[in-house]
């Protein structure tokens, strides 16, 4: 096996994996990518706009997705291994490789380094707060449905995390059903109040977002600043860069 | 100005009414082609500007309903005014827009400014007379069709038999008749007794242009429903399904989103439905349900970006088709503000760009390359460095002539034929 360098060119394969994101399992790619796209889409579903009615086709889309991700997902048996890593380094990754997920293909097609993902990771990797990033990835473990965790528990049984699962999306389409302005606090109500600040930062960028607002694929080349939210600390500007990554402010 | 949110000429072609995101609407006019300025065959000038929907708030659901105006679909005329259909999430409103250029003048008990003239002044009768005054084009609410809607309305259709028109939300399908606006017939339902069951809604419906008896009706599943209103009251069994099976090779996690379908038009013949989904417009034949008859690729570019656009919401862009006069070439937007024609009979496309920078007024439209890889050439564009934010997702082609319409967020642009 060749020793490659750092230069994040393609994303095809477990010794790339190893050799730039430290500390991960080797988890095969396909997986990995699925795993991203199961919590971008979570994120989607759960993250409502409030005056205005959601979307309904596009709820029913994204939540099809899920679905079919977690029929396979339960097929193959991943989802019970994936959800033995209930560590707050592995939501990370998850997080990381949703990066990977949208550039691979895009590099694939040019077959050049992107800069902008390098100082993303370097930032994730050099910053000392990684209780910041813990909080993130723990409230995104919280904000997917419950199931993940009562899977936990529950592993010897595939049909009940699949109920699980329903009911929980059941949940998100009653939600969107039966508007009301406490709905996105009902859906973070599981979140600890030390999490409050996520609360406030989540809720005032979708505010900010607009519709259908695409930067071009560029998306991840320059972080751009948060919303002018001042009660974030310094140490929340991290969660900043990745909750934009996900919901694309 | 608004971002545009709707397109569409009327059935002779004379009027070209815009919707906004604000909930106006502003009608252009064809001007009279004069003989002193030949080149300037017809331009298009603001003939009405109106407020037609206003923000509203549902108390009970404690959301805002949008003003933005969804769909306009015109009457056809039978006097000297004009109707028009338009439509926001929830409420349907009949427009009249006639114009006005004369004023009575000379009546008896108000004097010229409108105040009350002093009884025992009067000496004498007079009769009014209407004397001309500048053209005064008035729009005046006639119908408002409301709280039929629980779901967001995508289409409006008006039907052959100009007595009625049908309005589609994301499950079900109301018909109307013009002149009742307390009650309508639900023609199709799609809402399953449990809500959590429900995988799929309806895009986009319209009206057989010939046979007042049929619709269609499109789904985010990519399939087409042909409805007969003559079988029964509630017409949830389908006449006709339209559906293509699915390439298992190139199948992803995406394959359901790109299929839905964002908009269906049948054919000025009524022979054909186009439909477009997320990379393609579709021709498919009424006679032949299980594939469509032509297909052409609008941006496959795209199809290795689409875990990106899924991220950024791009992939639920909702993209309008539309049919030339003779139903020879078949138009759509795309990204950059570019849009595309595919000529049904020569099989060639061409791809333009709507946009101030790039071309003059009056200026040829310049045909634009997207290069997907390995060397790009001069005046070609790489598809990392198209603009996702300009899209252009309304266009109109005028029914006769050919004219186009295309909406490029908050600017309208025409275009038309080069005259030799």
């Known amino acids: 096996m060749f020793v ?6 393609c994303f095809d394969g477990e010794e790339d994996i190893e050799g730039t994101l430290a500390g991960i399992k080797a988890i095969p790619s396909y997986n990995l990518q699925r795993q991203s796209l199961l919590d971008m889409s979570l994120v989607k579903l759960q993250l409502c706009h409030m005056l205005v009615e959601p979307n309904l086709c596009r709820s029913v889309l994204i939540a099809n997705t899920v679905r079919q991700i977690q029929e396979e997902m339960t097929q193959d048996g991943t989802w019970q291994m994936i959800n033995t890593q209930s560590t707050g380094q592995t939501s990370l990754d998850r997080l990381v490789s949703t990066d990977i997920l949208c550039r691979s293909s895009r590099e694939q097609a040019e077959g050049k380094q992107v800069p902008g993902y390098s100082s993303f990771n370097k930032d994730f990797e050099d910053d000392q707060t990684q209780d910041s990033s813990e909080t993130m990835s723990t409230s995104s473990s919280v904000q997917a449905p419950r199931n993940l965790q009562s899977n936990v528990w529950e592993m010897e049984n595939p049909q009940e995390s699949r ?6 999306l059941d949940q998100i389409f009653e939600t969107l059903e039966n508007k009301s302005p406490n709905s996105v606090e009902d859906l973070f109500s599981e979140v600890d109040n ?10 005032g960028m979708m505010s900010n977002t607009k519709m259908g607002h695409c930067d071009g694929l560029e998306t991840f080349s320059s972080p751009t600043t948060a919303t002018s939210n001042s009660n974030c600390k310094s140490d929340l500007n991290e969660l900043d860069h990745i909750v934009e990554i996900l919901v694309e402010s | 100005a608004d971002i545009i949110s709707t397109v569409e000429f009327n059935h002779t072609g004379e009027l070209l009414a815009t919707g906004d995101k604000g909930g106006r609407v502003v009608i252009f006019q064809r001007e009279q082609e004069s003989k002193q300025q030949p080149q300037r065959r017809g331009e298009y000038n603001v003939y009405s500007t109106f407020q037609s929907h206003e923000p509203e708030f549902d108390y009970l659901k404690s959301l805002e309903i949008e003003e933005k105006i969804n769909k306009i679909r015109w009457l056809p005329q039978h006097n000297a005014a004009y109707f028009l259909l338009s439509t926001n999430d929830k409420t349907v409103k009949l427009w009249k827009v006639s114009e006005r250029d004369k004023r009575p003048e000379g009546y008896n008990l108000k004097d010229e400014d409108g105040r009350l003239r002093d009884p025992s002044m009067i000496t004498t009768l007079r009769v009014p007379v209407l004397r001309p005054m500048d053209l005064m084009v008035e729009a005046t609410p006639r119908r408002v069709f409301a709280n039929a809607h629980t779901y967001h309305i995508n289409s409006i259709s008006v039907n052959s038999d100009y007595e009625t028109y049908m309005s589609a939300d994301d499950l079900r399908i109301n018909l109307w008749n013009f002149e009742i606006t307390n009650q309508s017939f639900n023609i199709v339902d799609i809402k399953p007794a449990n809500m959590e069951e429900l995988t ?18 499109s789904s985010s599943k990519g ?9 029964s009251a509630l017409c949830d069994r389908h006449a006709k399904f339209f559906e293509e099976p699915e390439d298992p090779s190139n199948r992803s996690f995406f394959s359901e989103i790109i299929s839905s379908i964002s908009d269906v038009k049948f054919s000025h013949s009524g022979r054909y439905i186009l439909t477009r989904d997320y990379l393609t417009v579709k021709v498919w034949d009424l006679n032949m349900e299980n594939r469509p008859m032509e297909t052409y690729q609008v941006h496959d570019y795209l ?26 070439v078949i138009m759509t937007g795309s990204y950059n503000n570019f849009f595309r024609m595919f000529d049904r009979n020569t099989k060639r496309d061409v791809t333009l760009e709507a946009s101030r920078e790039n071309s003059k007024p009056r200026a040829v439209l310049k045909p634009r390359k997207v290069c997907v890889g390995g060397k790009r050439r001069k005046d070609e564009i790489s598809v990392d460095s198209l603009d996702f934010s300009k899209k252009i997702l309304h266009t109109a082609w005028h029914p006769s002539e050919n004219i186009i319409a295309v909406a490029a967020t908050n600017n309208l642009y025409i275009f038309q034929d080069k005259v030799n």
């Not at chain 2, 799929?200 to 009706?217: K, L, R, S």
């Open chain 1, 4 to 9: 490659r360098g750092l230069k994040r060119k």
């Open chain 1, 163 to 168: 109920g699980n699962f329903q009911k929980s």
């Open chain 1, 194 to 203: 030390s999490y409050y600040d996520l609360d406030t930062m989540l809720t």
């Open chain 2, 200 to 217: 799929e809604v309806i895009t986009a419906a319209e009206f057989h242009p010939h046979h007042c008896n049929a619709f269609v009706y």
């Open chain 2, 223 to 231: 399939t087409i429903r042909l409805c007969d209103m003559r079988a």
């Open chain 2, 303 to 328: 199809r290795s970006k689409l875990c990106s656009l899924y991220e950024n919401d791009c992939i639920f862009d909702k993209f309008e088709c539309v049919w030339n006069g003779s139903d020879s």
